[in-house]
């Protein structure tokens, strides 16, 4: 949409990539040839755009998650790609068949759900319509294999099936923000040391406030109680509004429930890391210090006491 935003997308994918080169999942080689495939393009661009897509045989959209939007951006798209194009859309929650039904070949259009961040979440769901081709299907379900996801085929039901158990978790979480006080580090950290990959409040930066709180309102709608916390605080979209009037979207804003840096790091993560590295550093070497007086002092006692039977002895 914005002559900035496509930049900043592949500044994002190098600095993605880089980061696997050093830690030695891919090659440096590999990193330069996925970063010089990317063409960012934007809808400034003289109807260039149009020329690309045109040959594509797999088109992914992933505008904000407004129905209207995206049933416009479908029709668009079916305007210039080809008759055996697949129609892909990311969304978190909204009906798949909603979405297709403004399509003029609905069979073509499929769900293809990445889970934030992507380039370190493996999951990818499949979202078929009742009318989707299984051959749809069976494309949407092979690129994503050789993208290394583990994709799994679900139904077009409300929050499909991540969303569906990820709903009430989240409105838990914000619950315990707003009703309860509860830290959102104190909380990121405890679920990190139940062994979960990132915390809820993470999360919904890394996703944004905003994305969250369509797809709370949503699943508050169809899955009802489901959604509401069970120590009080309902679904947590009263939270979740006051944190959006307030400007905080998370990452994307530069900030949300935590503040993040021009390079979408957290702001203060790495200062505290360092500390907590010089902290243990520090311990270490006291214990260190410690055992070699010991040490020290037992040699000593040692030689003493040698020293005092020889003075006997005389």
């Given at each position: 949409?914005r002559?900035?935003?496509a930049?900043?997308g592949?500044?994002?994918?190098?600095r993605d990539?880089?980061?696997?080169?050093?830690?030695?999942?891919?090659?440096?080689?590999e990193?330069?040839r996925?970063?010089?495939?990317?063409?960012?393009?934007h809808?400034d661009?003289?109807?260039?755009?149009r020329?690309?897509?045109?040959?594509?045989d797999?088109?992914?959209?992933?505008v904000?998650?407004d129905?209207?939007?995206?049933?416009?951006?479908v029709?668009e798209?079916?305007?210039?790609v080809?008759?055996?194009?697949?129609?892909?859309t990311?969304t978190s929650?909204?009906?798949?068949?909603?979405?297709?039904?403004?399509?003029a070949?609905?069979?073509?259009v499929?769900?293809m759900?990445?889970?934030s961040?992507v380039?370190?979440?493996p999951?990818?769901?499949i979202?078929?319509?009742?009318?989707?081709a299984r051959?749809v299907?069976?494309?949407?379900?092979?690129?994503?294999?050789?993208?290394?996801?583990?994709?799994?085929?679900?139904?077009d039901?409300?929050g499909?099936?991540?969303?569906?158990?990820l709903g009430p978790?989240?409105s838990e979480?914000m619950?315990?923000l707003g009703?309860?006080?509860?830290?959102?580090r104190?909380l990121?950290?405890a679920?990190?040391?139940?062994g979960f990959?990132?915390?809820?409040?993470?999360l919904?930066d890394e996703?944004?406030?905003?994305?969250?709180?369509?797809?709370?309102?949503?699943?508050a709608?169809?899955?009802g109680?489901?959604?509401?916390?069970?120590g009080?605080?309902g679904?947590?979209?009263?939270f979740?509004?006051?944190?959006?009037?307030n400007?905080?979207?998370?990452r994307?804003?530069?900030?949300?429930?935590y503040?993040?840096?021009?390079?979408g790091?957290?702001?203060?993560?790495?200062?505290q890391k360092k500390?907590?590295?010089?902290?243990?550093?520090k311990a270490?070497?006291?214990?260190?210090?410690k055992?070699?007086?010991?040490k020290?002092?037992?040699?000593?006692?040692?030689?003493?006491?040698?020293?005092?039977?020889?003075n006997?002895a005389?």
């Amino acid at each position: 949409r914005r002559r900035s935003s496509a930049p900043r997308g592949v500044a994002a994918v190098a600095r993605d990539t880089a980061a696997a080169v050093k830690r030695r999942r891919t090659t440096a080689f590999e990193q330069a040839r996925h970063v010089s495939r990317i063409v960012p393009l934007h809808e400034d661009a003289a109807g260039r755009w149009r020329e690309h897509v045109r040959r594509a045989d797999v088109v992914i959209e992933a505008v904000f998650e407004d129905l209207a939007l995206k049933r416009r951006v479908v029709q668009e798209l079916e305007a210039v790609v080809s008759e055996r194009c697949v129609i892909a859309t990311n969304t978190s929650a909204l009906p798949i068949r909603d979405i297709a039904a403004a399509a003029a070949h609905p069979e073509r259009v499929v769900a293809m759900h990445y889970f934030s961040p992507v380039p370190k979440m493996p999951l990818l769901e499949i979202v078929p319509t009742e009318r989707t081709a299984r051959d749809v299907c069976a494309t949407a379900f092979e690129l994503g294999a050789r993208q290394g996801k583990t994709a799994i085929v679900v139904q077009d039901v409300p929050g499909f099936f991540v969303n569906r158990c990820l709903g009430p978790y989240m409105s838990e979480s914000m619950a315990l923000l707003g009703a309860h006080g509860v830290a959102p580090r104190e909380l990121d950290d405890a679920m990190l040391d139940f062994g979960f990959p990132v915390g809820p409040i993470a999360l919904c930066d890394e996703v944004g406030v905003d994305v969250a709180a369509n797809v709370n309102a949503f699943l508050a709608e169809h899955l009802g109680v489901r959604m509401q916390s069970g120590g009080g605080g309902g679904s947590g979209a009263d939270f979740l509004r006051a944190m959006l009037d307030n400007g905080f979207k998370g990452r994307k804003s530069g900030a949300g429930f935590y503040m993040y840096d021009d390079g979408g790091a957290a702001a203060g993560k790495k200062k505290q890391k360092k500390a907590e590295k010089k902290a243990a550093k520090k311990a270490a070497d006291g214990k260190s210090k410690k055992a070699d007086k010991k040490k020290g002092g037992a040699k000593s006692g040692g030689k003493s006491g040698g020293k005092s039977k020889d003075n006997k002895a005389g």
